[in-house]
């Protein structure tokens, strides 16, 4: 059999998959297989296979995508759940994914009541528990702001359409299953995980149980953002690199030991499966042990295959068991950077080590640019000289370690004591390098999600500077890469649309300003929660953030590395509580607060962090103003220095995109009656205050203002009934058209000169 023979069989499969799930990147790769086809002149019978083989893989995604249907309905209460896989503690919460005893995946959810109960559970419980539980089924969340993680698209991905919050579980009544060698793979990896947990240092559990069993639970936020930010988040995983490293030492070490290369070969195949399952299944272990296992039963039958036929035949087989898998970040990048080292292997023909792993590492990173802008906006400037340094770390020292450590908890634990200190220290210092590194500037590059015409141009690019690396041309490879990059650097300053998005932060206000061709961008308040008391057990690690998990992101997403002004209102933790995990990833060049505001321990916070980071910082008061080529800003209220609260609110008026726009925080009737006293206002849009309670937005308001459209922004069933139908009544009966975040998700205002329109998000 010829030499990648596979490839245009996997391109072909690639291809119809995406015409059926994505139909312009189906396009894309339709008009790419048939140049690959075109250059390559094969015979007729050849071509129409390969066009047969895409209609098949179309009809196949399109069949899985419109089978993949829940027989559950919301009404269901009570339920018989098998919890097949692992499921994850976190505080009082217990969650994972269980089958019903309809065969249908859910997720569930179950806050646990007490701490005697959490420890009854975590003693008894299983892999493979079946329970009877009752409670109420939901749907997963729509991403509700542009560029956020859909996470009611990614489980339908996984064929899981329910979220089940558990109301009642009997645990007394749960009973273990028959057991079988799946659930016994699965039970050693949960025995072994609660080992590290219980053993092991707790400075090096996290990563113990990251690098043993592939699960990065354990790690803490801090340092799974200064991994991923730095380059080297696939260190932290089981990698195509990891899995080789394991089973080439282990095939040297038992063929050192006197077993016969064949016999070895054997019980590699046998092994690899159970390790996959062990380690958690991911899509890049899948992979790589994948192409082991057919690298070798390609030898035992004697067929000359590349290990590019193998990437391709194990990629097939992924696309055939679930088409879906192609939307896996961690499958897209592992293909992806797999596949473009085997093409480029004459680059890798090189004498010295530290030039190899050099290269190595520049072919991955080039590669997966557009996958890791489109997913995360960034990307690190300096990964390529930090994974010099933390590959052989990992691969040759922390990870050896780590198993040899494990080994000897499970024969001679004593040893450890010797060992436990050694590794501590190692952990600890690189961990605290990682923080370290993570906290200098200009580290990250933020391009912002790529347009898809970008998106698509980057693969062409991509191309052609391995090119000119094949010929040696470094210089003119590293030019086409760095343009590519530069285009998408500064496109946004090329686009003279401007945009304005209330954006949904649940019960709390957060306004982005963009004006056009970037001449600024200005946020208004920067929503938050409050943060409730807890007893230790109680507490959840991986809490949600609005600054860190919602913000933050969507800034990132397009491509908005400096804010120019941000204003925050007053000092309630709704308005200002994500304000400094912004302020410690967005250049921010100037921030207003109202007069005395920073008296409140919240705000003084915030206050210390803007002289640490040197932002300018002005109290805004009745009278300031600005104004840039396309927009004029005015700051109304307050007029004194003493703050009071709600009704010291900064009150701004901004007149951009046409429109005549009062943004009013939560300033309620005093207030609102102070600002028609001393000003004859006549605006479009309201950004109703208080998100609509009723101490605000008064009829003698309304009928001064005489708004068009009309803001809330408040949270999906809050706890304080906003907005009250009192003010819903007053809008409605003076034919204001009101958008509500609650209801729409985030509110934009796209607008070209002095037109524009409103949209929401989801639309």
Same mark, same amino acid.
């Given at each position: 059999?010829k030499?990648? #023979?596979?490839?245009?069989?996997?391109?072909?499969?690639?291809t119809? !998959?995406?015409?059926?799930?994505?139909?312009a *990147?189906?396009?894309?790769?339709?008009?790419?297989?048939?140049?690959?086809?075109?250059?390559?002149?094969? &015979?007729?019978?050849?071509?129409?296979?390969?066009?047969?083989?895409?209609f098949?893989?179309?009809?196949?995604?399109?069949?899985?995508e419109?089978?993949?249907?829940?027989?559950?309905?919301?009404?269901?209460?009570n339920?018989?759940?098998?919890?097949?896989?692992?499921?994850?503690?976190?505080?009082?919460?217990?969650?994972?994914?269980?089958?019903?005893?309809?065969?249908? =995946?859910?997720?569930?959810?179950?806050?646990?009541?007490?701490?005697?109960e959490?420890?009854?559970?975590?003693e008894?419980?299983?892999?493979?528990?079946?329970?009877r539980?009752?409670?109420?089924?939901?749907?997963?969340?729509?991403?509700?702001?542009?560029?956020?993680?859909n996470?009611?698209?990614?489980?339908?991905?996984?064929?899981?359409? *329910?979220?089940?919050?558990?109301?009642? @579980?009997?645990?007394?009544?749960?009973?273990?299953?028959?057991?079988?060698?799946?659930?016994?793979l699965?039970?050693w990896?949960?025995?072994?995980?609660? /080992?590290?947990?219980?053993?092991?240092?707790?400075?090096?559990?996290?990563?113990?149980?990251?690098?043993?069993?592939?699960?990065?639970?354990?790690?803490?936020?801090?340092? @799974?953002?200064?991994?991923?930010?730095?380059?080297?988040?696939?260190?932290?995983?089981?990698?195509?690199?990891?899995?080789?490293?394991?089973?080439?030492?282990?095939?040297?070490?038992?063929?050192?030991?006197?077993?016969?290369?064949?016999?070895t070969?054997?019980?590699?195949?046998?092994?690899?499966?159970i390790?996959?399952?062990? #380690?958690?299944?991911?899509?890049?272990?899948?992979?790589?042990?994948?192409?082991?296992?057919?690298?070798?039963?390609?030898?035992? $039958?004697?067929?000359? *295959? &590349?290990?590019?036929?193998?990437?391709s035949?194990?990629?097939?087989?992924?696309?055939?068991?679930?088409p879906?898998v192609?939307?896996? %970040?961690?499958?897209?990048?592992?293909?992806? !950077?797999?596949?473009?080292?085997?093409?480029?292997?004459?680059?890798?023909?090189?004498? +010295?080590?530290?030039?190899?792993?050099?290269?190595? #590492?520049?072919?991955s990173?080039?590669?997966?640019?557009?996958?890791?802008?489109?997913?995360?906006?960034?990307?690190?400037? /300096?990964?390529? %000289?930090?994974?010099?340094?933390?590959?052989?770390?990992?691969?040759?020292? %922390?990870?050896?370690?780590?198993?040899?450590?494990?080994?000897?908890?499970?024969?001679?634990?004593?040893?450890?004591?010797?060992?436990?200190?050694?590794?501590?220290?190692?952990?600890?210092?690189?961990?605290? @390098?990682?923080?370290?590194?993570?906290?200098?500037?200009?580290?990250?590059?933020?391009?912002?999600?790529?347009?898809?015409?970008?998106?698509?141009?980057?693969?062409?690019?991509? %191309?052609?500077?391995?090119?000119?690396?094949?010929?040696?041309? *470094?210089?003119?490879?590293?030019?086409?890469?760095?343009?590519?990059?530069?285009?998408?650097?500064?496109?946004?300053?090329?686009? &003279?649309?401007?945009?304005?998005?209330?954006?949904?932060?649940?019960?709390?206000?957060?306004?982005?300003?963009?004006?056009?061709?970037r001449?600024?961008?200005?946020?208004?308040?920067?929503?938050?929660?409050?943060?409730?008391?807890?007893?230790?057990w109680?507490?959840?690690?991986?809490?949600?953030?609005?600054?860190?998990?919602?913000?933050?992101?969507?800034?990132?997403?397009?491509?908005?590395?400096?804010?120019?002004?941000? @204003?925050?209102?007053?000092?309630?933790?709704?308005?200002?509580?994500?304000?400094?995990?912004?302020?410690?990833?967005?250049?921010?060049?100037?921030?207003?607060?109202?007069?005395?505001?920073?008296?409140?321990?919240?705000?003084?916070?915030?206050v210390?962090?803007?002289h640490?980071?040197?932002?300018?910082?002005?109290?805004? =008061?009745?009278g300031?103003?600005?104004?840039?080529?396309?927009?004029?800003?005015?700051?109304? +209220?307050?007029?004194?220095?003493?703050?009071?609260?709600?009704?010291?609110?900064?009150?701004?008026?901004?007149?951009?995109?046409?429109?005549?726009? $009062?943004?009013?925080?939560?300033?309620?009737?005093?207030g609102?009656?102070?600002?028609?006293?001393?000003?004859?206002?006549?605006?479009?849009?309201?950004?109703?205050?208080?998100?609509?309670?009723?101490?605000?937005?008064?009829?003698?308001?309304?009928?001064?203002?005489?708004?068009?459209?009309?803001? !809330?922004?408040?949270?999906?069933?809050? =706890?304080?009934?906003?907005?009250?139908?009192? !003010?819903?009544?007053?809008?409605?009966?003076?034919?204001?058209?009101?958008?509500?975040?609650?209801?729409?998700?985030?509110?934009?205002?796209?607008?070209?000169?002095?037109?524009? #329109?409103?949209?929401?998000?989801?639309?």
């Amino acid at each position: 059999m010829k030499q990648t #023979t596979m490839v245009p069989i996997a391109l072909s499969s690639l291809t119809g !998959v995406l015409l059926a799930l994505h139909f312009a *990147w189906g396009a894309f790769f339709l008009l790419l297989l048939t140049l690959h086809l075109l250059q390559r002149k094969p &015979s007729l019978p050849t071509f129409i296979f390969l066009f047969v083989l895409t209609f098949f893989f179309y009809t196949h995604a399109t069949f899985n995508e419109q089978g993949s249907v829940t027989s559950l309905s919301a009404t269901q209460q009570n339920f018989k759940l098998s919890f097949q896989e692992m499921v994850e503690w976190d505080g009082n919460l217990m969650k994972g994914e269980v089958i019903t005893s309809k065969g249908e =995946r859910i997720i569930a959810r179950y806050e646990i009541n007490t701490e005697n109960e959490l420890l009854f559970l975590k003693e008894n419980w299983k892999v493979g528990m079946e329970c009877r539980a009752a409670g109420t089924l939901s749907q997963p969340m729509l991403n509700t702001n542009e560029n956020a993680f859909n996470y009611r698209q990614y489980l339908q991905q996984k064929e899981i359409y *329910w979220v089940l919050n558990i109301e009642e @579980l009997k645990i007394k009544d749960c009973v273990p299953p028959e057991r079988n060698l799946l659930l016994e793979l699965k039970e050693w990896r949960y025995n072994g995980m609660k /080992i590290i947990k219980n053993h092991f240092p707790a400075e090096i559990v996290g990563l113990s149980q990251a690098l043993i069993f592939g699960d990065r639970n354990e790690l803490s936020e801090e340092s @799974l953002q200064a991994y991923q930010r730095l380059g080297v988040i696939h260190l932290l995983a089981i990698s195509g690199l990891h899995v080789g490293f394991l089973f080439s030492l282990l095939y040297f070490l038992l063929v050192r030991l006197g077993m016969t290369k064949e016999s070895t070969q054997t019980l590699l195949l046998i092994l690899l499966p159970i390790y996959v399952i062990i #380690t958690g299944a991911s899509p890049p272990v899948i992979r790589a042990a994948g192409i082991v296992m057919i690298v070798i039963l390609t030898k035992k $039958l004697q067929w000359n *295959w &590349s290990l590019l036929d193998s990437l391709s035949l194990s990629f097939l087989v992924f696309l055939l068991i679930n088409p879906q898998v192609l939307f896996n %970040i961690g499958f897209q990048l592992s293909y992806i !950077v797999s596949f473009s080292l085997m093409v480029s292997s004459s680059l890798l023909n090189i004498p +010295y080590r530290i030039l190899q792993l050099l290269c190595v #590492t520049l072919i991955s990173q080039i590669v997966s640019i557009p996958i890791i802008l489109y997913h995360f906006f960034e990307f690190s400037i /300096i990964s390529l %000289i930090v994974n010099l340094f933390y590959v052989p770390l990992f691969t040759f020292i %922390i990870l050896p370690l780590l198993l040899v450590s494990f080994l000897l908890q499970l024969t001679f634990p004593f040893v450890n004591s010797l060992l436990f200190p050694v590794l501590t220290v190692l952990i600890s210092k690189v961990d605290e @390098l990682s923080i370290l590194l993570n906290k200098m500037p200009f580290i990250t590059l933020v391009l912002g999600r790529p347009a898809d015409w970008l998106l698509m141009l980057y693969p062409g690019v991509i %191309i052609l500077t391995f090119l000119q690396f094949e010929l040696k041309k *470094w210089m003119k490879g590293c030019f086409l890469i760095m343009s590519i990059l530069s285009v998408h650097y500064f496109l946004p300053y090329l686009d &003279s649309k401007g945009e304005i998005m209330f954006i949904d932060v649940g019960q709390g206000d957060c306004i982005l300003i963009v004006l056009p061709n970037r001449e600024a961008v200005y946020m208004i308040d920067t929503g938050g929660a409050i943060q409730f008391e807890a007893e230790d057990w109680e507490k959840i690690k991986n809490t949600y953030s609005v600054g860190k998990d919602t913000i933050v992101p969507l800034l990132k997403s397009k491509g908005i590395r400096r804010i120019d002004k941000l @204003l925050l209102t007053h000092s309630d933790m709704d308005h200002i509580g994500g304000a400094r995990e912004i302020i410690n990833e967005i250049n921010i060049n100037q921030i207003i607060i109202s007069p005395n505001s920073n008296k409140k321990p919240e705000m003084e916070l915030i206050v210390q962090e803007a002289h640490e980071k040197n932002i300018d910082l002005i109290e805004g =008061r009745k009278g300031d103003e600005w104004e840039t080529k396309s927009s004029h800003f005015f700051i109304l +209220y307050p007029e004194d220095d003493k703050y009071e609260g709600n009704n010291d609110s900064l009150v701004l008026l901004g007149k951009f995109g046409g429109k005549t726009w $009062l943004f009013t925080g939560d300033l309620e009737s005093d207030g609102e009656m102070e600002l028609i006293r001393q000003y004859q206002l006549i605006i479009d849009v309201l950004k109703v205050g208080h998100h609509g309670s009723n101490s605000s937005t008064t009829e003698a308001f309304l009928d001064e203002l005489q708004p068009e459209i009309a803001i !809330v922004s408040a949270g999906r069933k809050n =706890r304080y009934g906003h907005p009250h139908p009192e !003010v819903m009544s007053n809008l409605s009966s003076r034919k204001i058209k009101v958008y509500q975040t609650n209801l729409d998700g985030a509110i934009h205002y796209k607008f070209l000169g002095n037109n524009g #329109t409103f949209t929401t998000y989801p639309p």
